[in-house]
């Protein structure tokens, strides 16, 4: 394994080699949040490429990568999408070719417009483009695999030697994604893409870089470390592709996290603090652009020719993050920002359309406390939609959703503050921000009741006597929180997440009444929701009944012009059990303030203010 960075002087037969990675831009190439319509510091390409530029002044011959998520995620992304002029460039495309990226990996969001969308914004791409395992047919065998693009790319560098010589080297760089793409993407892909298990592909590529002269293999890895075992097909298999010999360093993706950072402090086989997994130098460069990945790798060049003898990973932020926000670090780079300044003024005339009107305040400060109206909006959309299109159907009509932007990686900027008033494309951008498709399936009472045990696992158990506990688990992500309407029901917190004997949901009950196990009902969804992966995989197998291609978000644009505004009250649906007497801390969005008071008479909590995290979330303490 290598050795950590000294900042020795190299000796005669060394050379140094930097990696600059970003990863998970989701569109954002500019310091702006098209959901608040405001400038926002703690995002863009545009601020990452000043970073770049000093980076790769700093050492000669650096290679510039991203690990995919970069053509959705914003306003500006939808767009481009679909309302972008013909023949003209994708911004983000764009924006790359102007920063001269050595090579970029697809991720799994790469494919939410659909296959032509991808292929037409690739189209314009003066560098190569790689994933191993998108295939657009699966062989009997991954040397048989048929790619989407190519595998991985070689890429060459002359170096110097601290002795002065001129060294050759020869750079493989290889991409996987997580294979659960083509079930998350599977209504937009109409069957036209393939995956395999991204370390069964690894680990027949990376022989096959190394037959090809490949003097050092980059792991593009879009997916994150996991305390679970080795398995085939599974996402977050970061730890599984670093053993694998002949990975010599990796960039890391898919989950929005840091590293190095205390995101993955204490996880077996990932050394947080110096960004090494299984010994092997890595980086996860967060969300947005809010931070470069630097690798600087020093090779020493031998009788077995070239191997890493030193390693050093770091981040460098574009901002400082507190409580009043993002505080740049770095300025715009004029270069970026002019070659999506067309499409960034096409896109705000775009979002700020009219749209509707709503009667109350549309917030996720307070999702997970029991005060949701942004889920209360979407479901109230969602059901009406349904019974719409079903028509007379025997069974009760729910709806199941989500708070997506409710803190989490993305910062104290990622919530949704609407105020009663009118409502534009921008707002329903904020409140769906995903192009998911509109669903529809039938299931059972227990279903039902193991769906809401899934979605309680964000919560930690809750114990008596113990001083400030934290209420939510980290690693549970916003977007799984599911909220089924028409259901009430209570979370026993004293319990484990997930216990074999026993659960968290109790008094489960419909319009009254208690939920029996063989009872049906219609839950309006979402297309992701059914892809069959990771905490939701279970609803796989359902029956859908509805399978409509029109967007989630175009639901809420039918609603609001059938109905008129969106009204209130909104129901409480669940409530904590089993921890009266106890409290926890809670962290949110510094926008709080104005709505505990309704959140304490709804929720029947009492709830004080805790100063601020280091990270600027407004913490709380709640007593239940």
């Not at 050795?3 to 989701?26: C, F, I, M, Y």
């Not at 921008?426 to 498709?437: C, E, G, H, K, V």
Request: with cysteine.
């Amino acid at each position: 394994m290598p050795e950590p960075h000294h900042d020795r002087p190299l000796q005669g037969n060394e050379v140094k080699l930097r990696l600059l990675a970003t990863s998970d831009l989701h569109m954002h190439l500019l310091a702006y949040d098209y959901h608040a319509d405001a400038p926002n510091s703690g995002v863009g390409l545009a601020r990452v490429a000043s970073l770049i530029e000093t980076a790769r002044a700093e050492v000669p011959g650096a290679v510039l990568l991203d690990n995919g998520d970069f053509l959705q995620g914003t306003p500006l992304g939808d767009f481009a999408a679909a309302e972008r002029p013909t023949g003209a460039p994708h911004p983000m495309i764009a924006a790359m070719n102007v920063l001269g990226y050595d090579a970029v990996g697809l991720g799994n969001h790469e494919f939410d417009y659909g296959l032509q969308v991808l292929e037409k914004a690739l189209a314009d791409a003066r560098f190569p483009v790689i994933s191993a395992n998108a295939l657009r047919q699966r062989g009997a065998q991954v040397s048989q695999d048929v790619p989407l693009v190519r595998p991985w790319i070689m890429l060459e560098r002359k170096l110097t030697d601290a002795g002065g010589k001129t060294r050759d080297l020869r750079i493989g760089v290889l991409s996987v994604l997580p294979p659960q793409t083509t079930l998350w993407a599977g209504a937009q892909l109409e069957s036209r893409l393939q995956t395999r298990c991204m370390i069964e592909t690894a680990r027949n590529h990376v022989p096959a870089l190394r037959a090809a002269g490949a003097n050092i293999v980059v792991m593009l890895a879009h997916c994150g470390p996991s305390s679970q075992p080795e398995e085939a097909g599974m996402e977050d298999a970061l730890l599984p592709l670093a053993r694998i010999d002949g990975v010599d360093a990796l960039i890391a993706g898919h989950m929005h996290r840091l590293l190095p950072g205390a995101d993955y402090a204490g996880l077996e086989g990932v050394d947080a603090e110096t960004g090494r997994v299984c010994g092997k130098p890595a980086v996860m460069p967060g969300i947005g652009g809010s931070h470069l990945g630097v690798i600087d790798l020093t090779l020493r060049h031998g009788s077995a020719g070239w191997k890493v003898a030193e390693s050093r990973a770091e981040l460098r932020p574009i901002a400082r993050r507190g409580m009043s926000g993002a505080q740049a670090l770095v300025a715009d780079h004029a270069p970026v920002v002019a070659a999506v300044a067309a499409d960034h003024a096409a896109t705000l005339e775009s979002i700020r359309r009219p749209v509707g009107e709503t009667a109350i305040a549309l917030q996720s400060y307070t999702s997970f406390l029991g005060l949701c109206p942004v889920t209360h909006a979407i479901n109230t959309a969602q059901a009406w939609y349904v019974r719409q299109a079903l028509g007379d159907v025997s069974e009760p009509v729910l709806s199941a959703a989500a708070p997506f932007k409710a803190g989490g990686p993305s910062g104290v900027e990622n919530y949704i503050d609407i105020p009663p008033g009118p409502l534009s494309h921008r707002d329903l951008s904020a409140i769906y921000p995903f192009p998911n498709a509109i669903r529809a399936i039938r299931i059972t009472g227990a279903e039902l009741r193991f769906w809401l045990e899934r979605s309680a696992s964000t919560f930690n158990m809750i114990r008596r006597d113990t001083p400030d506990q934290a209420l939510l688990d980290p690693a549970f992500p916003a977007y799984d929180f599911d909220v089924i309407s028409g259901l009430e029901w209570a979370l026993d917190l004293s319990r484990p997440a997930l216990a074999q004997t026993g659960g968290r949901v109790k008094d489960l009950t419909h319009n009254g009444e208690p939920v029996a196990d063989d009872q049906r009902f219609i839950v309006a969804t979402n297309s992701y929701r059914l892809g069959g992966a990771g905490l939701h995989a279970p609803l796989a197998g359902t029956a859908v009944v509805l399978s409509d291609p029109v967007s989630s978000r175009e639901v809420l644009v039918r609603f609001l012009d059938s109905e008129g505004p969106l009204h209130g009250p909104v129901p409480r649906g669940w409530r904590f059990e089993g921890t009266e007497g106890c409290e926890a801390l809670f962290e949110t969005g510094p926008g709080v303030g104005k709505h505990l008071g309704a959140l304490c008479q709804t929720c029947a909590l009492t709830i004080s203010p805790e100063g601020q995290s280091p990270d600027g979330f407004a913490r709380l303490r709640v007593r239940f």
